[in-house]
């Protein structure tokens, strides 16, 4: 059930009209919003609950455990079972067959008769997005920052949580859960708020990254050779667009699809192409996840407490692991090489200038220049087909075979929108939100109409998944 869909339109208006009128009752409003996570993620694949409900119900009572248990090798014990059943589940159906093909091909380079295994698991939808979030609970417990929940449906709720659960935000159990426990309320501001978000988040979505998809990323990217010099360009340009707008735009239909039922989840992006330096960027990128891997990886390995070397593999190791959080391929890992060592640099040149930006606007403006086109030359090879394909779309563009004629307005315009819209002054964006906020309900329904006749009269009749939906 996608966001973009009319289905989910209905689903989610439904369960909010349900859910105010149990609003009173908290057993109530939480076994609906838990049987409403259910039947989302039953759409999908119904048989694949189990997984879910196990990773809910191991770390649930490994939470209620680890308080009561003493000896520290007990509560280690614990811990390892968590992390070891559920790194384990995501290694199986993520990375199983990329470790198979892998010995595969070390065999053949020994001059041994290849063995091809290949178990070709379905991966789970949002299998990554909710064992990190699982995970996180029992960790922040056995640190001591996290109290256990005694509710045990809460906590499958908690997991599961309908919005968030093909995509994120990986919210974490400290932000949720005190939220269930109170009486939940809708401020005419929050549900102004929220219907701003999903509009927003839908115009992003369909108007701009499908356009841009459909349009000109997936046809230059499947075949380069075929394109000159400027489409190949473009085609860069619009992904680095594409893939911002789509993911972006599903994680402001999450938040306002959560904040209409009177829940507050963090915001996941923060104008990331604005950024400075690279740093600066995975402060601003997938908040969620970069948080995630600061406090659950970068940070217990040492961080940059234990000296220059030490910090930099430190760094390495984490954008790494996260480039192949993304998925089980050779590009993935690459994608976050190039992120290690653009990290690592940056990192050298802040320690060599004694400070974390340059000191003047047109020094900003450079960095933040030199920091967006490694961003777009690294979502190259995240979008390639893989590594050679990534090269050869770069010889493409390069070659200077010049002529643009495949891009037509219907191309160029949603690429100039969406930068144009990223790199507008914040405040525009402010006044134009606060501006909704104020009209009166019914002109608000009004916009919203017109917002969805829009929409539907620019989306493709073949519904386009939403790309982070595959990790």
């Known amino acids: 059930m996608l966001f973009t869909s009319a289905k989910y339109g209905v689903f989610l208006v439904a369960v909010f009209l349900v859910y105010w009128g149990l609003a009173r009752i908290r057993l109530a409003r939480m076994a609906l919003l838990l049987a409403a996570s ?176 459909m349009g000109l990323v997936d046809r230059v990217f499947s075949i380069p050779e075929m394109y000159t010099s400027w489409e190949a360009l473009a085609a860069i340009y619009g992904y680095a667009l594409q893939i911002y707008c789509d993911f972006s735009g599903y994680s402001d239909v999450a938040i306002g699809s959560a904040l209409l039922l009177g829940f507050e989840i963090p915001d996941n992006f923060a104008l990331p192409y604005r950024a400075t330096n690279l740093r600066d960027f995975w402060r601003r990128w997938h908040i969620s996840l970069s948080t995630w891997f600061r406090d659950y990886l970068y940070i217990p390995l040492g961080g940059s407490r234990r000296g220059g070397a030490r910090t930099y593999f430190n760094l390495c190791a984490t954008m790494l692991l996260c480039g192949l959080w993304h998925g089980a391929e050779w590009k993935f890992l690459f994608w976050g090489a190039l992120h290690a060592v653009g990290q690592s640099v940056t990192r050298l040149a802040q320690r060599a200038l004694g400070r974390d930006d340059a000191a003047t606007p047109l020094g900003r403006l450079l960095t933040g220049f030199v920091t967006f086109h490694f961003v777009c030359f690294a979502w190259i090879f995240f979008r390639a087909d893989d590594l050679g394909a990534g090269c050869n779309l770069l010889r493409v563009a390069f070659s200077f075979i010049g002529g643009a004629p495949n891009l037509t307005w219907p191309v160029l315009l949603p690429l100039a929108v969406g930068y144009g819209l990223h790199w507008a002054p914040r405040r525009a964006e402010s006044w134009v939100r606060d501006g909704f906020g104020r009209l009166p309900a019914s002109v608000q329904g009004l916009v919203l109409f017109a917002a969805a006749a829009l929409l539907y009269a620019v989306a493709s009749r073949d519904v386009q998944p939403y790309i982070y939906t595959q990790f």
């Open 38 to 213: 259910i039947f989302f993620y039953a759409n999908w694949r119904i048989d694949y609950l189990v997984l879910l409900w196990f990773t809910g119900s191991l770390d649930f009572f490994v939470g209620g455990l680890l308080p009561s248990m003493r000896r520290p090798a007990g509560r280690r014990a614990l811990l390892a079972v968590s992390l070891t059943a559920n790194l384990g589940i995501l290694a199986l159906f993520k990375y199983a067959d990329f470790l198979l093909g892998a010995a595969s091909d070390f065999t053949t380079l020994l001059g041994l008769d290849p063995v091809r295994l290949r178990l070709g698991l379905i991966l789970p939808l949002g299998i990554s997005f909710y064992t990190f979030k699982s995970m996180s609970y029992v960790i922040d417990i056995y640190r001591g920052t996290l109290a256990p929940t005694h509710r045990y449906h809460e906590y499958l709720l908690y997991v599961g949580f309908f919005p968030q659960i093909a995509a994120g935000p990986i919210t974490r159990a400290a932000q949720l859960l005190p939220q269930f426990e109170r009486r939940p309320s809708l401020t005419d501001i929050q549900g102004s708020r929220a219907l701003w978000l999903i509009m927003a988040g839908l115009f992003k979505k369909v108007v701009i990254a499908d356009a841009l998809g």
